[in-house]
């Protein structure tokens, strides 16, 4: 990965910079789409949208 995509790395529910910090990866159940999600938000079960294909989930 580039310092670039690196850079671009920001939670999907709540938009902060998660550059160097414990969160998850993972792919969108319809798209397969890379999201990133914040341990904070992860914990709250915030919800999350794809932003490719709109899947929202918990």
Do not use: H, W
Not at 25 to 40: E, L, N, T, V
Request: include cysteine; charge should be positive.
């Amino acid at each position: 990965m580039s310092q670039e995509q690196r850079q671009k790395r920001k939670c999907v529910s709540c938009g902060i910079n998660i550059s160097g910090t414990t969160a998850a990866a993972f792919k969108c159940p319809d798209c397969g789409q890379q999201i990133y999600r914040c341990s904070k938000c992860r914990k709250q079960s915030n919800l999350y949208e794809c932003p490719d294909c709109g899947f929202t989930g918990p």
